[in-house]
């Protein structure tokens, strides 16, 4: 189970801090947390992944630069910290997590979905 929270309202240039909370399975060793999210009207996107094992990290290309995502191991947690804040952020923003292969960027890699947080970024 997968619980995401910390979205809220935001003007451009601010941060926020998105949260997902796993419980409740045993992580497997290629375990990997990713974000994506969906604005108005757009399709779904690949925002951040981690690699449970490595801590390995994955970005996408709107967002380097400006976002982190990292982990709590001890509370099975990973958030994305997101700075500079663009309009354009505005979207739902859902974490997933699974056992990903090569492609932590394919959305349809990923096993479990959390319910999403929204971000509003005014200006």
């Known amino acids: 189970q997968l619980q995401a929270s910390g979205g809220g309202l935001v003007q451009a240039g601010g941060s926020l801090r998105l949260s997902c909370a796993a419980s409740g399975r045993t992580f497997s060793s290629n375990y990997v947390t990713g974000w994506f999210r969906q604005g108005p009207g757009k399709e779904r996107e690949f925002v951040a992944a981690i690699r449970w094992r490595t801590d390995s990290t994955y970005y996408g290309d709107s967002v380097k630069g400006r976002f982190t995502i990292y982990r709590d191991n001890g509370k099975n947690t990973v958030y994305l910290q997101m700075n500079s804040l663009k309009l354009e952020d505005t979207a739902v923003y859902y974490c997933?997590?699974?056992?990903?292969?090569?492609?932590?960027?394919?959305?349809?890699?990923?096993?479990?979905w959390g319910q999403g947080t929204l971000v509003t970024v005014s200006s």
């Open positions: 997933a997590g699974g056992a990903v292969g090569l492609r932590p960027s394919l959305s349809r890699a990923y096993e479990y």
